[in-house]
């Protein structure tokens, strides 16, 4: 059964930074391109960053670009996003998906003091 | 930027009848980078369709995408009462791999 389980989210004050980990099973990890998303409270779903399965190709929204970090550790079968400068607006929870597959469940990022 | 428009925003169905669903690029987008995610309540989304046609795994014959270019179409014959949903729309032909608006499906 392919599973994708984020962790490593929470509530941070602005400024702030957090790191996000998906850990993924039953696949073939290395084989496969990621991406993260969000989506805000009552809000769509927004694109933020996308990984290739060998870490040459990386893309950021601008939304996030500068301030989140996207990268995978192949051999734990890991995905990860460091967010720093953390905003108001960045408060959504946030999904790992493999492209064209399945997605995490999420986990809730809220940004306030 | 490739921003996809989805309509109509809200489509009003009864279980039985059929929904028709649209997503229009703004620009060219090959019809391999093209996807369809399902999206119900407290729920994360699922992937419905890839490369405009392909169901994924598990998905019912009831669901089909086609369309090219600019234009795709989600169709969803014989509601049933778990398909009322949110659904979008994602490219992947360029970063930044958006989605549309989202259009809810909801029961009339």
């Known amino acids: 059964e392919v599973r994708l389980v984020e962790s490593g989210g929470g509530l941070v004050q602005p400024g702030g930074s957090l790191r996000l980990s998906c850990a993924a099973s039953g696949f073939t990890f290395n084989n496969y391109d990621m991406n993260w998303v969000r989506q805000a409270p009552g809000k769509g779903l927004e694109w933020v960053s996308h990984?290739?399965?060998?870490?040459?190709?990386?893309y950021y929204a601008d939304s996030v670009k500068g301030r989140f970090t996207i990268s995978r550790d192949n051999a734990k079968n890991s995905l990860y996003l460091q967010m720093n400068s953390l905003r108001a607006d960045d408060t959504a929870v946030y999904f790992c998906?493999?492209?064209?597959?399945?997605w995490g469940q999420g986990t809730l990022v809220t940004v306030s003091s | 930027e490739i921003v996809l428009t989805q309509s109509p925003g809200t489509l009003s169905l009864s279980p039985g009848e059929r929904a028709t669903l649209s997503c229009r690029a703004s620009?060219?987008?090959?019809?391999?980078?093209l996807a369809w995610h399902q999206q119900k309540p407290g729920q994360a989304p699922r992937l419905l369709i890839y490369g405009a046609s392909s169901r994924a795994t598990g998905v019912p014959d009831r669901f089909s995408g086609s369309g090219s270019g600019t234009d795709f179409t989600l169709t969803i014959t014989r509601l049933e009462p778990e398909d009322f949903a949110v659904y979008y729309c994602q490219h992947y032909r360029s970063s930044p791999y958006t989605f549309g608006p989202g259009t809810k499906l909801e029961i009339k």
């Open positions: 998906a493999r492209v064209f597959g399945n």
């Open positions: 620009q060219s987008v090959s019809s391999d980078h």
């Open positions: 990984i290739s399965s060998s870490s040459s190709a990386i």
